[in-house]
C-alpha cells in the first residue's frame, strides 16, 4: 500500500512523446491529474538516482541542520529562538526519513502485498522528535551536532508540542499499532483527522475543571505534509433519486452541500528497519471559501461563513453532544474522514485501473470502535452507484474488506444515530443501511424460524425509544471479523452484548488482547530501565518483548534489585523535577507513589481511590493511627471529564478538594498527599509512570475492556492493585497472585447482585470506616463547610452507585492494608517489582499486530 503522492517512476510513467500521457488519459487508461503535468524521462544523472539520505555523522547532520534552519527559517544561528532551532531540526530529521519512506512506498508498490487501512477518530501520538531520533538511531549524532553548535538536545525537546488528537487508551492504542505495523513491515495507512483544536487543554480553577483550547499548531507542526492538491470533495444532504441506465434502474445521491478533506501526512517509522509508513490525517476547508462580491458589499462575516461552517468539522475532538447541533457535528466528522479515506484510497492508491473485485486482496479496513462505521455504507455507496457493480457483488467485497474492533461493553457507549438525522445528513446511507438490513433479517428469520424478539434484537435499525441505527450492529454484520481487546472482555462481548450475533455468525468472534510498543512506554519513557534491562539481556528485546522472562533470575539478585531500586528513586526525582517546573507540585522520593491516571468516568471508579484516600486521612485525624506509622505515600492523579459529563467533572472537584485538605493538615504529618497535576497527556505519562510503584486499575468487574495503562505501569515495574476486569485478569495470570493485589466482586458476583437488587445505602449503614468517609464529604470538611459543594457526589454514591462503589470498598480497603504490609518489605516488593517487568512481554502491541495479521487481515511484512 503506498500514498497517492508518490507513485514509483516505472518506464509506464515515461511516454515515448509529449503526447502519450494524454492520449492515454483519452483512452481511459489513466485520468489526466490537474495539477501533474505530462513527465518526460529525465536524463541527468542526478534525476536517476535513488534518494538518499544526508550522512548519518556529525559533520553531515549538522550541515543539514544549518541548512534547514538557513534556508527553512531563513534565519542565522546566532539570531535563531528555540523555536527555530526545534522546527529545523524536526525538519532535518525527517530529511533522514524521507529516503526510507519513498523507497517504502516504492517497495510496496511494487509487490502489490496486502495492506491495512486503519480508521481511527484518534490517534494519540505524543511527541514525535524522540521517537524519530531512536527509531533512526540518530541520537548521540544529533546530541553532539547541536551541542557543536551551542544547543542543548533536551532543550528542544522540550519545545515540541504534543498533538491533542486523542481522549485516551482508543487513540494511545492507534498511536501503538501503527508504530508495531511499521516496525514489523506489515504496509498500512493510518487514517484519522487532523483537529485544529484536538482535546481540550486541562486547567483547574477553585478545584474545577475548565476546559481551554489546545492549541498545539500555534507554533508550527514540522512533522506532517499537506497535499492540497489531494484534497478530496466529501457531501452532505440533499436526496437521492432514481434512473435509468441503459435499462438498469440506479440510484443517485444529489447533495446539497460539500467541504474539501485536505491530507496531512505523518510519517511513521518503524523501529531502525528503514520502514515508513503513512499516518493520513484529513483537515475540513471549504469548497468556496470566500466570496469576494459579499465582502466588497460590506458584509465580511457573510463573506467568509462558509469557510467556517466547514472548518467547524476539524475543529475540536468529540464536540460536546448534549444538543441536537453536536450530535450533528459528530456525525459529521465521521462521516467526512472515512468518506475521503475510502475514495483516496480507491481513486488514489490503487489507481483508475485497479480490478475492485479484488479490493479484500488488497486491504482491509480495520474500523477502531464504531466512530469509523459509516465507511460500510459509503463503501457500498462508492461500488454500487459511482463504479456501477452489481449489489450481491459489491456487498461480497465490503463483507470481505472490513474488520471490527469492539472496544466498550457499556451499552451507552456503542454508538446509535438517529434515523432522522442520517436521513438528513446521509440520504442514501440510510437507504443502504436499510436495505443491507433487511436483507440480513430475511437471513435471521430463516434461521431461527420467525422469532420476532430475536429478530428485534439483531436489527440493526432500533424501533425504540426512537429509530435509531445501531452501528455496532452493522459492523458485525458487514466485518469479517469482530474482535475484543482482552480475554474476558471478548467473553462478555460475545456472551452478553452481541450473543445472538455469536450464535449466528460462528467463527465470526475473536480475542486479540491489547499491548503497548515498548519502545515509546519502555526505551522512551524510562532510559534508565532500558539501560538496566539491556545490561542484562543485550540488544534485540525491544522487538522481542518476550525475552524479558529472561530476567526472571534476576529477581533473585541482590544486587540487581539494588540497581532496580535506584532506577526509581532516580525516576522519582526526575518526575519531581518535571512537575515543580510544570505545575509547581513536589514529589518525594522516599514516598510510595500509588498512581491512578485514566479517563474520568464512573464505572473506572476514581471515586473508590478517594474513599480510601479519606479514610487513611480519618484514620490519622480520628487518632485510630499515629502519623508516624502510615507508610508514607503520595497519590497522584491524572485525568479529563468530557465538557457535557456532570458527575464526572463533581468527582474532580472533589479530588481536588481532598488534596487542599490532606496535603495541608498538620496532623497529617507530611505523610499523605494528594496531587493532581492538570492536563495529564502522553508527555507527562512518560515521566509519571517510570516513578510509579502501585497502579491503580480499580474498575467495576466487566465493565473496563482491557486497560493499556495497566501493562504501562506493569512493564515499568509497578505492582497492580486492580479487580478481575479487563486486561488485569491477563495480567494477574502472568504476573501471579503473589504480584498482584487482587480485590472486589467478579463479573459473576456482579451481575448476580445487580438482579437481586443492589442498595448502595446498607453498604454505608454497614461500615462505619465507610459511612465515617463519607460523612467527612457531605459535612463540608473538604469544601470550606459546604454541605452542599458535592451532594451530587454523595446523592450518587447513595442512592445510585451504578458501579458499586460501595460495594467493592470493604474488600479495597482490605487490598490497600496489604499495599502497606507488603511495601514494608523493600527486598520483596523490588522482587515483586521485577517478576511484573519479566512477565508481562506478552503487553507488546507488537504480539498484538502478529495476531491481528495472522488470524484477522490476514497480512504479511514485505521485507
Given at each position: 500500500m ?5 507513485i ?13 500521457g494524454?492520449?492515454?488519459?483519452q483512452?481511459g487508461?489513466r485520468p489526466?491529474h ?30 543539514e541542520?544549518?541548512r534547514?534552519?538557513n ?7 546566532r ?6 532551532q ?25 509487490t502489490?502485498?496486502k ?13 514525535q ?109 440533499g ?45 475540513s476547508?471549504a469548497?468556496?471559501?470566500f ?6 458589499s460590506?458584509?465580511?462575516?457573510e ?11 476539524s ?11 453536536g ?26 485501473r ?23 455504507p459509503?463503501l ?26 469492539c ?14 438525522l ?7 446511507h ?12 430475511i ?12 429478530i ?22 458487514a466485518?469479517?471479523?469482530?474482535n ?12 452478553n ?7 449466528f ?16 512506554f ?12 539491556t ?10 518483548l ?13 544486587a ?27 514529589v ?37 493511627v ?17 465538557p ?14 481532598v ?10 504529618e ?24 502501585l497502579?491503580?486499575q ?16 506493569a ?7 486492580g479487580?478481575d ?5 491477563e ?5 501471579g ?14 451481575e ?14 454497614s461500615d ?7 460523612e467527612l ?44 504490609v ?9 522482587k515483586?517489582?521485577i517478576?511484573?517487568?519479566a ?13 491481528y495479521s495472522?488470524r ?8
Amino acid at each position: 500500500m503506498h500514498v497517492p503522492e508518490q507513485i514509483p517512476e516505472t518506464t509506464d510513467d515515461f511516454p515515448a512523446d509529449d503526447s502519450s500521457g494524454e492520449a492515454l488519459a483519452q483512452e481511459g487508461k489513466r485520468p489526466p491529474h490537474p495539477t501533474r503535468p505530462v513527465r518526460r524521462k529525465p536524463t541527468h544523472p542526478f534525476a536517476l538516482d535513488p534518494v538518499g539520505s544526508p550522512a548519518s555523522t556529525v559533520d553531515g547532520f549538522v550541515r543539514e541542520f544549518l541548512r534547514e534552519l538557513n534556508f527553512g527559517q531563513g534565519v542565522l544561528l546566532r539570531l535563531s529562538s528555540v523555536n527555530d532551532q526545534y522546527l529545523a531540526l524536526a525538519r532535518t530529521v525527517l530529511h533522514y526519513l524521507m529516503a526510507r519512506w519513498l523507497e517504502t512506498l516504492r517497495f510496496q508498490f511494487e509487490t502489490q502485498a496486502k495492506g491495512v487501512a486503519y480508521l481511527s477518530a484518534e490517534y494519540l501520538l505524543g511527541r514525535q522528535l524522540s521517537n524519530a531520533l531512536l527509531a533512526t538511531d540518530l541520537t548521540k549524532t544529533v546530541e553532539e551536532g547541536l551541542a557543536a553548535c551551542g544547543i542543548d538536545l533536551a532543550t528542544l525537546r522540550a519545545q515540541e508540542v504534543e498533538p491533542g488528537l486523542g481522549n485516551g487508551g482508543l487513540g494511545r492504542l492507534a498511536a501503538c499499532f501503527i508504530d508495531s505495523l511499521a516496525t514489523m513491515s506489515v504496509p498500512c495507512v493510518g487514517y484519522g483527522i487532523r483537529y485544529e483544536y484536538g482535546i481540550f487543554r486541562q486547567t483547574f480553577v477553585d478545584g474545577r475543571q475548565v476546559e481551554q483550547p489546545d492549541s498545539w499548531l500555534a507554533l508550527g507542526s514540522p512533522w506532517e505534509f499537506p497535499h492540497p492538491e489531494s484534497a478530496q470533495i466529501v457531501s452532505f444532504g440533499g436526496h437521492t433519486e432514481d434512473y435509468d441506465d441503459e435499462g438498469t434502474t440506479r440510484t443517485r445521491w444529489v447533495p446539497s452541500w460539500s467541504v474539501k478533506a485536505v491530507p496531512y501526512n505523518y510519517m511513521v517509522p518503524g523501529y531502525r528497519n528503514g520502514r515508513v509508513n503513512t499516518l493520513r490525517l484529513w483537515s475540513s476547508e471549504a469548497t468556496d471559501a470566500f466570496d469576494l462580491r459579499i465582502f466588497n458589499s460590506g458584509d465580511y462575516e457573510e463573506a467568509v461563513r462558509s469557510q467556517t461552517f466547514a472548518e467547524n468539522i476539524s475543529k475540536v475532538l468529540y464536540p460536546e453532544d448534549s444538543t441536537p447541533q453536536g450530535k450533528e457535528l459528530r456525525l459529521q466528522q465521521q462521516y467526512f474522514f472515512v468518506a475521503a479515506s475510502i475514495h483516496d484510497l480507491i481513486d488514489s492508491v490503487l489507481g483508475p485501473r485497479f480490478d475492485l473485485t479484488t479490493l479484500p486482496d488488497r486491504v482491509i479496513f480495520q474500523l477502531n470502535d464504531t466512530h469509523p462505521v459509516i465507511a460500510v455504507p459509503e463503501l457500498m455507496r462508492v461500488l454500487v452507484d459511482e463504479k456501477k457493480m452489481d449489489w450481491d457483488k459489491a456487498w461480497a467485497i465490503t463483507r470481505e474488506s472490513f474488520a471490527y474492533t469492539c472496544h466498550t461493553l457499556l451499552p451507552e457507549a456503542l454508538e446509535v444515530w438517529s434515523v432522522d438525522l442520517l436521513g438528513r445528513l446521509l440520504p442514501r446511507h440510510l437507504e443502504i443501511i436499510f436495505r443491507i438490513n433487511e436483507e440480513f433479517l430475511i437471513q435471521v428469520n430463516e434461521r431461527f424460524g420467525g422469532d420476532q424478539l430475536r429478530i428485534s434484537r439483531m436489527s440493526i435499525i432500533a424501533e425504540h425509544p426512537e429509530r435509531a441505527v445501531r452501528m455496532a450492529h452493522l459492523a458485525t454484520v458487514a466485518g469479517s471479523k469482530v474482535n475484543g481487546v482482552a480475554e474476558l472482555h471478548s467473553q462478555l462481548l460475545r456472551d452478553n452484548v452481541l450473543p445472538d450475533f455469536d450464535e449466528f455468525f460462528p467463527g465470526k468472534f475473536t480475542n486479540v488482547t491489547n499491548g503497548i510498543t515498548p519502545r515509546r512506554f519502555i526505551r522512551l519513557a524510562n532510559p534508565a530501565l532500558s539501560e538496566l534491562i539491556t545490561d542484562a539481556l543485550g540488544d534485540g528485546w525491544l522487538t522481542d518483548l518476550d525475552r524479558l522472562r529472561e530476567l526472571e533470575p534476576y529477581a533473585d539478585d541482590a544486587a540487581f534489585r539494588a540497581r532496580f531500586r535506584e532506577v526509581k528513586t532516580h525516576n522519582k526525582r526526575r518526575l519531581n523535577r518535571v512537575l515543580v517546573e510544570r505545575d509547581g507540585l513536589t514529589v518525594q522520593d522516599d514516598h510510595l507513589l500509588d498512581v491512578m491516571v485514566k479517563r474520568l468516568h464512573e464505572y473506572k471508579r476514581q471515586t473508590l481511590k478517594v474513599l480510601h484516600i479519606i479514610t487513611q486521612y480519618e484514620r490519622i485525624i480520628s487518632g485510630e493511627v499515629a502519623a508516624a506509622d502510615v507508610t508514607p505515600r503520595t497519590f497522584i492523579f491524572g485525568a479529563k471529564a468530557a465538557p457535557g459529563y456532570k458527575i464526572a467533572k463533581e468527582i474532580i472537584h472533589l479530588i481536588n478538594g481532598v488534596g487542599s485538605v490532606v496535603n495541608t493538615d498538620p496532623r497529617v504529618e507530611g505523610r499523605l498527599k494528594v496531587l493532581f497535576p492538570p492536563n495529564y497527556n502522553v508527555t507527562l505519562a512518560e515521566k509519571l509512570i517510570p516513578a510509579a510503584d502501585l497502579s491503580e486499575q480499580i474498575s467495576l468487574a466487566g465493565k473496563e475492556a482491557s486497560g493499556t495503562g495497566n501493562m504501562k505501569f506493569a512493564l515499568n515495574g509497578a505492582l497492580t492493585i486492580g479487580t478481575d476486569d479487563g486486561a488485569n485478569i491477563e495480567i494477574r495470570q502472568l504476573v501471579g497472585d503473589d504480584n498482584f493485589f487482587l480485590f472486589g466482586l467478579r463479573e459473576p458476583e456482579v451481575e448476580e447482585l445487580r438482579t437481586q437488587g443492589y442498595e448502595p445505602s446498607a453498604y454505608y449503614e454497614s461500615d462505619d470506616r465507610l459511612k465515617r468517609a463519607i460523612e467527612l464529604i457531605a459535612r463540608g470538611e473538604f469544601s470550606d463547610g459546604d454541605r452542599d459543594a458535592f451532594a451530587p457526589v454523595v446523592g450518587n454514591l447513595l442512592y445510585e452507585d451504578r458501579f458499586m462503589t460501595l460495594a467493592d470498598y470493604a474488600a479495597y480497603i482490605e487490598a490497600q492494608d496489604g499495599v502497606e504490609v507488603a511495601y514494608a518489605d523493600p527486598e520483596a516488593w523490588t522482587k515483586s517489582a521485577i517478576l511484573n517487568i519479566a512477565r508481562c512481554g506478552f503487553f507488546s502491541s507488537d504480539r498484538s499486530m502478529r495476531e491481528y495479521s495472522d488470524r484477522i487481515w490476514h497480512t504479511r511484512p514485505t521485507f
